[in-house]
C-alpha cells in the first residue's frame, strides 16, 4: 500500500526565504509525481508534473526535483512571497493516486 | 481546457437519505477519482476507476458506491448519509500515461444534519 509522508507539516518563514518541501513515498513504481496547492476553502491547484523517467521539473520561483529509486521528491521556493501561503500537497501517480499529507507555509511580509 | 465539474459545491441532506455526487469530464480521460477531505486527515481516496463500469476501491470505501456507466461522468453514492460524512467532496480525472497531470473539480462541500 503506498503511504506518503510530507515533511514538514507547517512551516512559517519571514518573506524573501528559500524553502524546501519534502514529499517521501513507500511505493516507487510511480508514472510521475506531481505537486499541487491548495488555497483554504478553494479546490487544488497544479503546479509541477514531474515524469517518472525526469529529474526536475521548473517553474518560475518552483522547482520540484524527484528520486523514484529512492522514494523522494523535494518543492524548492525560491524568494517566498507571501503568496505562497498556501498547502502544499504531492500526489505520486501510482495505480491508486494516494495523496501526501500536506505541508502548510505560511509566509509573514 | 479540461474542465470537470461538480453537480452542486453545496449539499445539505437529513440523516439516512441516499446522495448522489455527480462529476463529469470533458475530455475523454480513462481515470476518474472521488476524495474526501478533512482538517487534519488530507485527502483519502474513497473510489475510483479506470474504465467504464469498472471501479477500485480505494482506501475508505465503507458507506460509499460509485457508478460508472459512461465515460464521461462518475458518480458516488452514499446509500445511507451519516454524519460522520460530512466532508469536502472533490472529484478528479486523468488520462493513463506519463505525462498525464490529474485535473480536478471545485469539490462539493456536503452537511450532514
Known amino acids: 500500500k503506498q503511504e506518503v509522508t510530507q515533511i514538514p507539516a507547517a512551516l512559517s518563514v519571514p518573506e524573501g526565504e528559500n524553502l524546501v518541501l519534502n514529499c517521501s513515498f513507500t511505493?516507487?513504481?510511480?508514472?510521475?509525481l506531481q505537486w499541487f496547492r491548495q488555497d483554504p476553502g478553494k479546490g487544488l491547484t497544479s503546479l509541477l508534473l514531474i515524469q517518472s523517467s525526469q529529474r526536475e521539473q521548473t517553474s518560475g520561483r518552483l522547482n520540484a526535483s524527484l528520486d523514484k529509486s529512492s522514494g523522494r521528491s523535494t518543492l524548492y521556493i525560491a524568494a517566498s512571497q507571501p503568496g505562497d501561503s498556501a498547502t502544499y500537497l504531492c500526489?505520486?501517480?501510482?495505480?491508486?493516486?494516494?495523496f501526501g499529507t500536506g505541508t502548510r507555509l505560511k509566509v509573514l511580509a | 481546457d479540461v474542465k470537470v465539474t461538480q453537480s452542486s459545491r453545496y449539499l445539505v441532506k437529513r440523516t439516512g437519505e441516499k446522495v448522489f455526487l455527480e462529476c463529469v469530464q470533458d475530455m475523454d480521460h480513462e481515470n476518474m477519482f472521488w476524495y474526501r477531505q478533512d482538517p487534519g486527515l488530507g485527502l483519502r481516496l474513497i473510489y475510483f476507476?479506470?474504465?467504464?463500469?469498472?471501479?477500485e476501491k480505494g482506501d475508505i470505501p465503507e458507506g460509499y458506491s460509485v457508478s460508472r456507466e459512461k465515460k464521461e461522468r462518475f458518480s458516488l453514492i452514499l446509500e445511507s448519509a451519516s454524519t460522520n460524512q460530512t466532508s469536502m467532496y472533490l472529484c478528479?480525472?486523468?488520462?493513463?500515461?506519463?505525462?498525464?497531470?490529474?485535473?480536478f473539480g471545485p469539490g462539493t462541500r456536503l452537511l450532514v444534519l
Open positions: 478528479a480525472s486523468t488520462r493513463i500515461g506519463s505525462q498525464e497531470t490529474q485535473y
Open positions: 511505493d516507487s513504481a510511480i508514472y510521475n
Open positions: 476507476s479506470y474504465d467504464v463500469k469498472m471501479k
Open positions: 500526489l505520486p501517480g501510482t495505480y491508486k493516486y494516494i
